[in-house]
């Protein structure tokens, strides 16, 4: 790309500038981006000019030195300023600043692998369509109480907008379930002559509209209502103008406020109380006790947040499932006793990291006796923005765009065969979205083999392969062994097994090795790092690899009797360091007590062992897939005293990773999240001192519980010289208590200072509770 002469000054000028600051930079880059590292106390100052606005995005932007991202970035109102303070020494030697995504510098670069689908045999279908419509017909219309109705403590008391679109059911008698959509983060305005969008000011800027990103749900409302449903999608636009920079947690609890001033707003209405549009729309008709909760984006952890708002309050609505689609997972918030499916899409180019497959992972034994169903579904060929209409170019009415910027990717680009088009995409959405709300609320348990990893789908969702993992409540499964802590199996032959947890070194304290240390951040979504919980163990897993085929691994059984279980399942894939091409394959063997035994080939029963398509960051996923075992069919076996089950090499060598292994039996379940008490971290304010020393932050229980609490809880040392230590550590609770303490290090000094310095505490990743108040403030005062 030629620069014009304009360009060439300013990019030399901004080059002098730098000089004179002592900065390191280097030239302009052809999109006449400029950049500067200028040495500060304690640290340096990146500071990246894009040439273009910042796009909007769901996930956080950081910047990257040399290619390594360093850190979360500050972003300027106009999203074209991008600051990071940081003590990291790479700074000082950098080379090229640029932003990055989930710890991934984008590129546009074409892969060179050559995409081949799976040998997968087409799954069978069944006969109830959630994407086909009903026997209703639907009643839309909106009601709007105004642009700055609500005041959001999530956003320091910024007022947002009211408004909604409301599908019904025509002619239903009754209180119908109801079902609440929450788009995520999209510029919240847009000037229809210039074509150009913002998301720095609300109520929008004179000359300019909002964008209705509520009104893109329409399919998936209009498939829920035709059967009975109220469906209600509101709009978000305030939140998401305000999250960047008067947030806390990136808008999740102002999310989950709209949320619930929503169903306040309806349940009043329901009664025949409050605003009359409303109660002309709602009188009689909607049941706040069987509510179901979606959220795209950073909406799914808005919405995820309010399933614990609601959890918290002293009659908390009846919200029986939760959707987070394609969603943000900030601060790892577990989700136990509730019913719950998370669609991650494949091609997603914003939240590349798929990060919402930790609602499925922190929550699978966040609760020994949890009486909730839950599921991932990995949806391939598809992106981020294609489930919402009003952000698919060609079908919005503001400006939109594919998320999946390189498209000559062979995999994910618009011109790939295995890439969905919007209109395919919009239809799986669709199907899942309502046949999800149908299965829990409606109780349809015909549905059921589109999430319980069956593998099974509809005719509506076309050509679309949807990978599907499950967990059925605890009291219809007989968990073997579950690798999330100290593992009966045993290892013989030549090989080798492993209990491991997170990726990159990131969480010394579990005292376990990383599950990987070469793919990235992006390429793993059980083990990718939380924004606010960077170093929070993830996702224990045992890592079996075997050097020829007398590797085996063998798995005692406590419980004996599995005649009343359905299907042995377990979790798998193949490790970082098996090749794409290599073939890979196991062998499962159950042996009763009189050392008879069945055995099956992996590849028999699951493709969870073929690589996933892609050849280069974010792809491919290293993504634990699902194996059924049917033991319906077992003859010749005591089903009433089964003493072990093993694995082993069947290719001459392997190694893969292994999670979750069970027997089990599919049912849905019900809610019993309201049941549990709330961990919070509060606020504390402390003396630097003029030595090592350490600040007690209060982690408390909202009522004492009957079984010990754990909450993981992260310190963030932000800034350039910080005085406290960033760590994360778990904090107990014993049963019957209501108080504990996490202990933050601190490096006091005798340099005087002018100004007290603020650090965030969150908490996470909860057993035996939920998350109340996660976010809490560490203030260290100068003594000096």
Same mark, same amino acid.
């Given at each position: 790309?030629?620069?014009?002469?304009?360009?060439?000054?300013?990019?030399?000028?901004?080059?002098?500038?730098?000089?004179?600051?002592?900065?390191?930079?280097?030239?302009?880059?052809?999109?006449?981006?400029?950049?500067?590292?200028?040495?500060?106390?304690?640290?340096?100052?990146?500071?990246?000019?894009?040439?273009?606005?910042?796009?909007?995005?769901?996930?956080?932007?950081?910047?990257?030195?040399?290619?390594?991202?360093?850190?979360?970035?500050?972003?300027?109102?106009?999203?074209?300023?991008?600051?990071?303070?940081?003590?990291?020494?790479?700074?000082?030697?950098?080379?090229?600043?640029?932003?990055?995504?989930?710890?991934?510098?984008?590129?546009?670069?074409?892969?060179?692998?050559?995409?081949?689908?799976?040998?997968?045999?087409?799954?069978?279908?069944?006969?109830?369509?959630?994407?086909?419509?009903?026997?209703?017909?639907?009643?839309?219309?909106?009601?709007?109480?105004?642009?700055?109705?609500?005041?959001?403590?999530?956003?320091?008391?910024?007022?947002?907008?009211?408004?909604?679109?409301?599908?019904?059911?025509?002619?239903?008698?009754?209180?119908?379930?109801?079902?609440?959509?929450?788009?995520?983060?999209?510029?919240?305005?847009?000037?229809?002559?210039?074509?150009?969008?913002?998301?720095?000011?609300?109520?929008?800027?004179?000359?300019?509209?909002?964008?209705?990103?509520?009104?893109?749900?329409?399919?998936?409302?209009?498939?829920?209502?035709?059967?009975?449903?109220?469906?209600?999608?509101?709009?978000?636009?305030?939140?998401?103008?305000?999250?960047?920079?008067?947030?806390?947690?990136?808008?999740?609890?102002?999310?989950?406020?709209?949320?619930?001033?929503?169903?306040?707003?309806?349940?009043?209405?329901?009664?025949?109380?409050?605003?009359?549009?409303?109660?002309?729309?709602?009188?009689?008709?909607?049941?706040?006790?069987?509510?179901?909760?979606?959220?795209?984006?950073?909406?799914?952890?808005?919405?995820?947040?309010?399933?614990?708002?609601?959890?918290?309050?002293?009659?908390?609505?009846?919200?029986?499932?939760?959707?987070?689609?394609?969603?943000?997972?900030?601060?790892?918030?577990?989700?136990?006793?509730?019913?719950?499916?998370?669609?991650?899409?494949?091609?997603?180019?914003?939240?590349?990291?798929?990060?919402?497959?930790?609602?499925?992972?922190?929550?699978?034994?966040?609760?020994?006796?949890?009486?909730?169903?839950?599921?991932?579904?990995?949806?391939?060929?598809?992106?981020?923005?294609?489930?919402?209409?009003?952000?698919?170019?060609?079908?919005?009415?503001?400006?939109?765009?594919?998320?999946?910027?390189?498209?000559?990717?062979?995999?994910?680009?618009?011109?790939?065969?295995?890439?969905?088009?919007?209109?395919?995409?919009?239809?799986?959405?669709?199907?899942?979205?309502?046949?999800?709300?149908?299965?829990?609320?409606?109780?349809?348990?015909?549905?059921?083999?589109?999430?319980?990893?069956?593998?099974?789908?509809?005719?509506?969702?076309?050509?679309?392969?949807?990978?599907?993992?499950?967990?059925?409540?605890?009291?219809?499964?007989?968990?073997?062994?579950?690798?999330?802590?100290?593992?009966?199996?045993?290892?013989?032959?030549?090989?080798?097994?492993?209990?491991?947890?997170?990726?990159?070194?990131?969480?010394?304290?579990?005292?376990?090795?990383?599950?990987?240390?070469?793919?990235?951040?992006?390429?793993?979504?059980?083990?990718?790092?939380?924004?606010?919980?960077?170093?929070?163990?993830?996702?224990?897993?045992?890592?079996?690899?075997?050097?020829?085929?007398?590797?085996?691994?063998?798995?005692?059984?406590?419980?004996?009797?599995?005649?009343?279980?359905?299907?042995?399942?377990?979790?798998?894939?193949?490790?970082?360091?098996?090749?794409?091409?290599?073939?890979?394959?196991?062998?499962?063997?159950?042996?009763?007590?009189?050392?008879?035994?069945?055995?099956?080939?992996?590849?028999?029963?699951?493709?969870?062992?073929?690589?996933?398509?892609?050849?280069?960051?974010?792809?491919?996923?290293?993504?634990?897939?699902?194996?059924?075992?049917?033991?319906?069919?077992?003859?010749?076996?005591?089903?009433?005293?089964?003493?072990?089950?093993?694995?082993?090499?069947?290719?001459?060598?392997?190694?893969?990773?292994?999670?979750?292994?069970?027997?089990?039996?599919?049912?849905?379940?019900?809610?019993?999240?309201?049941?549990?008490?709330?961990?919070?971290?509060?606020?504390?304010?402390?003396?630097?001192?003029?030595?090592?020393?350490?600040?007690?932050?209060?982690?408390?229980?909202?009522?004492?519980?009957?079984?010990?609490?754990?909450? *993981? &809880?992260?310190?963030? +040392?932000?800034?350039?010289?910080? $005085? /406290?230590?960033? #760590?994360? !550590?778990?904090? %107990? @609770?014993?049963?019957?208590?209501?108080?504990?303490?996490?202990?933050?290090?601190?490096?006091?000094? *005798? &340099?005087?200072?002018? +100004?007290?310095?603020?650090?965030? $505490? /969150?908490?996470? #990743?909860? !057993?035996?509770? %939920? @998350?109340?108040?996660?976010?809490?403030?560490?203030?260290?005062?100068?003594?000096?």
């Amino acid at each position: 790309m030629r620069l014009s002469r304009a360009a060439l000054w300013r990019g030399l000028a901004a080059v002098l500038v730098a000089v004179v600051a002592g900065a390191v930079s280097l030239p302009l880059p052809a999109a006449a981006d400029t950049w500067s590292v200028v040495p500060v106390d304690g640290g340096y100052q990146v500071t990246l000019r894009l040439d273009e606005p910042l796009p909007v995005r769901d996930a956080a932007p950081e910047l990257a030195v040399n290619g390594q991202s360093l850190g979360y970035a500050t972003e300027s109102d106009e999203g074209r300023t991008l600051t990071l303070l940081t003590s990291d020494p790479r700074a000082g030697e950098a080379r090229s600043v640029q932003v990055a995504w989930n710890g991934v510098v984008e590129s546009r670069v074409t892969a060179k692998a050559i995409y081949i689908p799976p040998t997968d045999p087409q799954p069978s279908t069944i006969a109830t369509d959630p994407g086909v419509p009903g026997p209703y017909q639907v009643e839309e219309s909106t009601y709007d109480l105004g642009e700055t109705a609500i005041s959001l403590d999530g956003l320091g008391g910024r007022l947002g907008e009211l408004r909604a679109e409301v599908y019904l059911p025509k002619g239903a008698i009754g209180r119908r379930p109801l079902v609440l959509f929450l788009h995520g983060r999209h510029s919240a305005c847009y000037d229809p002559i210039t074509r150009r969008t913002s998301n720095n000011a609300w109520p929008c800027p004179a000359g300019q509209q909002p964008i209705e990103s509520f009104k893109g749900y329409k399919g998936p409302a209009d498939a829920l209502a035709s059967h009975g449903y109220a469906v209600v999608s509101v709009s978000a636009n305030a939140v998401n103008a305000f999250d960047a920079n008067f947030s806390e947690d990136r808008g999740a609890l102002a999310r989950s406020e709209v949320v619930m001033r929503h169903l306040d707003l309806l349940d009043a209405a329901e009664g025949g109380t409050g605003d009359p549009q409303l109660v002309s729309l709602f009188k009689g008709r909607i049941d706040l006790d069987n509510v179901g909760l979606m959220g795209h984006s950073r909406g799914g952890e808005g919405v995820a947040k309010a399933v614990l708002v609601n959890a918290g309050r002293a009659k908390p609505y009846g919200i029986r499932a939760v959707l987070p689609l394609a969603p943000t997972d900030f601060a790892r918030a577990s989700l136990p006793g509730i019913p719950t499916a998370t669609i991650l899409p494949y091609c997603d180019g914003d939240v590349s990291n798929q990060q919402g497959q930790h609602f499925y992972d922190d929550s699978l034994y966040a609760v020994p006796q949890d009486t909730a169903f839950r599921s991932a579904l990995m949806v391939m060929g598809t992106d981020h923005n294609f489930f919402n209409t009003e952000w698919t170019p060609g079908v919005a009415t503001a400006p939109a765009s594919d998320d999946w910027s390189n498209n000559n990717d062979p995999v994910c680009g618009n011109q790939a065969e295995s890439r969905l088009s919007a209109t395919e995409q919009y239809a799986v959405g669709t199907a899942l979205i309502a046949g999800f709300f149908r299965l829990v609320q409606g109780q349809e348990t015909a549905l059921l083999p589109l999430f319980d990893g069956s593998g099974k789908t509809v005719a509506s969702t076309g050509r679309a392969v949807v990978h599907t993992v499950a967990q059925t409540p605890a009291a219809s499964r007989i968990d073997v062994a579950t690798f999330a802590g100290s593992s009966p199996a045993v290892v013989s032959g030549a090989a080798t097994g492993t209990l491991c947890a997170s990726m990159l070194d990131r969480s010394p304290q579990s005292g376990l090795p990383s599950c990987a240390t070469r793919l990235t951040t992006s390429q793993a979504p059980s083990w990718t790092p939380a924004t606010y919980l960077p170093n929070a163990v993830a996702t224990s897993v045992l890592r079996f690899a075997w050097q020829d085929t007398s590797g085996k691994l063998t798995v005692p059984l406590s419980a004996r009797n599995i005649s009343k279980a359905e299907l042995l399942t377990f979790r798998v894939a193949r490790d970082e360091n098996v090749a794409a091409s290599a073939p890979l394959d196991m062998n499962i063997t159950l042996v009763d007590g009189r050392d008879r035994s069945v055995t099956v080939p992996v590849s028999s029963l699951s493709p969870a062992l073929t690589a996933l398509p892609g050849a280069a960051s974010p792809l491919p996923k290293t993504w634990l897939r699902t194996v059924r075992m049917p033991l319906s069919g077992l003859s010749g076996i005591d089903k009433k005293d089964i003493k072990e089950v093993t694995l082993t090499g069947a290719s001459d060598t392997g190694g893969v990773y292994l999670a979750d292994l069970s027997f089990t039996r599919f049912r849905v379940g019900e809610e019993s999240i309201a049941d549990l008490p709330q961990v919070s971290v509060g606020d504390l304010t402390v003396l630097e001192g003029n030595g090592p020393g350490e600040a007690q932050i209060p982690v408390t229980l909202s009522r004492p519980s009957d079984a010990p609490v754990t909450v *993981t &809880v992260q310190a963030l +040392a932000t800034g350039t010289g910080p $005085v /406290i230590t960033q #760590v994360a !550590a778990t904090v %107990t @609770i014993p049963a019957g208590q209501t108080g504990g303490v996490f202990t933050v290090p601190l490096a006091g000094n *005798t &340099v005087k200072t002018t +100004a007290a310095q603020s650090y965030q $505490v /969150i908490a996470g #990743v909860s !057993a035996n509770a %939920t @998350i109340g108040d996660g976010f809490a403030r560490l203030v260290v005062t100068d003594d000096d």
